[in-house]
């Protein structure tokens, strides 16, 4: 009975750790292009679907933030934490970005309309409060009243 208890506990807290299976197809290769060294890459595969000719492919934003990861120094890899369905349609992607000089915190949300996902989020930060869910970690800094 111990070991029953045991092996649930572990299965508990290892679901925390997704597959790469099930992740989205394009966070999966957003990843893989961050491991490989093409930030800019990787962004253009968290980028929204341009619905219309007037929606920007927001290459400045992802200079912006190729830019500033990139002082973080070099990418030593990164952890699914967790994929939270939300129905069948979404999916919300917590990642920790393993940095020399720091981890970064990494949220996307995938969205299959139709047969295809997109990702229409992506949102990252060196502070994990602003990214993971109060419920993931315990807070980075401390309430005030």
Avoid at 22 to 35: I, K, R
Avoid at 46 to 66: E, F, I, K, N, Y
Avoid at 112 to 123: A, E, G, H, L, M
Wanted: proline share 7%.
């Amino acid at each position: 009975m111990k070991y029953l208890l045991a092996a649930t506990l572990v299965t508990a807290f290892a679901q925390g750790a997704a597959p790469k299976a099930d992740l989205p197809a394009p966070v999966q290769a957003g990843l893989d292009a961050l491991e490989e060294g093409r930030c800019d890459a990787a962004f253009v595969h968290w980028s929204r679907p341009a619905t219309t000719s007037g929606m920007g492919t927001g290459a400045v934003q992802r200079l912006t933030d190729c830019a500033t990861l990139k002082r973080l120094g070099a990418l030593h890899g990164h952890e699914v934490l967790r994929v939270v369905s939300v129905g069948e349609r979404i999916r919300r992607v917590y990642v920790i970005l393993r940095y020399q000089a720091q981890p970064a915190y990494l949220l996307l949300v995938a969205y299959r309309p139709d047969d295809d996902w997109y990702v229409i989020k992506t949102n990252w930060s060196i502070s994990a409060d602003r990214v993971l869910p109060p419920d993931m970690v315990p807070r980075e800094q401390a309430a005030r009243p």
